[in-house]
């Protein structure tokens, strides 16, 4: 089996996966089909072509804000465009943009074409951009890659990189059988974990000290207080910045580029659209999506669409 084989049930399918399955299940039912990769005809059967362009976004927060960044710029600039949040994991989103119930959904790269493509080998942000276009059912396309990128990260706290004088996963190999790692259960057995760990950087870890978090308050807490010295975080988690922690560099591509993108059906897909959310890519970053998920989720409490509008004012794209 490839190495990469089992990203696609990776950690950010299985956030979703349980919520998912159900709406997965009824949306079969209704295309006729119970794989949500199996091809089908990519029109838009919810909406004429005078209706405003739908923008889908998965159950987690970062994806419902792009998805109102999206549909401000477009309104801005002209193309009705309206949100449909909370759809599900990436397989009922994919199935849900292949049917036309929705029109764009702004994913992530790596992830996107290990669903499409279970045996990928790509690993770097230019290997899997120039892969993906190609293995897209037909109906179906991305548009530019943005620099923002959200992917799990090896995170340690400043005071054990200058003990163990740590920059890059390369680093740990001479502490590593010191430290303990803190994340999900499933590191342990995911090909960019443990395994991942062991045969691109020669590390195993003391122990895996588990957390149910997916990167969250309680990972961060443990990591602070010493009781785990290297955590899996998301590169977008404002705890990151916010605690002055150090995210190790990855050379190896241990985990695999994950730059924001939005996949869309051609059915109801203008130039305007295109050239509208390419310029969005071309201005969103990682330190963006850090600072609006902290608008969202920290202490101002941000609505998704008054954090993304704000965004769009301070980026020009609205007045």
């Keep these: 089996m490839n190495d990469l084989r089992r990203h696609i049930i990776g950690r950010r399918a299985v956030g979703g996966w349980a919520a998912g399955l159900g709406l997965a299940l009824a949306m079969s039912a209704c295309t006729g089909g119970s794989d949500p990769l199996s091809t089908v005809p990519a029109t838009s059967t919810s909406a004429s072509a005078g209706e405003p362009i739908v923008i889908g976004a998965a159950d987690f927060i970062e994806s419902q804000v792009i998805a109102e960044v999206y549909a401000g710029a477009l309104n801005a600039a002209g ?33 996107l074409l290990l669903l499409i493509d279970k045996e990928a080998t790509e690993v770097s942000a230019d290997e899997i951009l120039r892969a993906l276009p190609g293995k897209l059912p037909n109906g179906l396309g991305v548009l530019d890659a943005s620099k923002a990128e959200k992917k799990d990260a090896m995170v340690v706290t400043k005071a054990t990189a200058e003990k163990y004088q740590l920059k890059s996963l390369a680093d740990l190999a001479k502490a590593c059988s010191e430290l303990v790692v803190g994340a999900p259960a499933t590191f342990a057995e995911r090909d960019y974990g443990l395994p991942g760990l062991k045969k691109n950087y020669d590390c195993v870890p003391k122990k895996l000290e588990p957390f149910s978090d997916r990167g969250g308050a309680a990972t961060v807490k443990a990591l602070l207080a010493d009781e785990v010295q290297v955590a899996d975080i998301y590169t977008t988690t404002p705890a990151i910045a916010d605690n002055d922690l150090v995210v190790l560099e990855d050379p190896k591509n241990n985990f695999i580029a994950q730059q ?33 998920n902290r608008a969202v989720s920290g202490n101002q409490k941000q609505d998704p669409k008054e954090a993304a509008l704000a965004w769009l004012k301070d980026k020009g794209f609205t007045k």
């Design 79 to 111: 193309v009705a465009a309206s949100t449909k949040p909370n759809i599900g994991s990436r397989e009922v989103y994919f199935k849900a943009v292949q049917a036309g119930s929705v029109d764009i959904v702004p994913d992530y790269s790596g992830d």
């Design 260 to 292: 924001v993108l939005p996949l869309y059906n051609e059915a109801k897909m203008t130039d305007k659209a295109k050239e509208t959310l390419n310029n969005v890519s071309r201005t969103l970053t990682t330190e963006d999506l850090i600072n609006l």
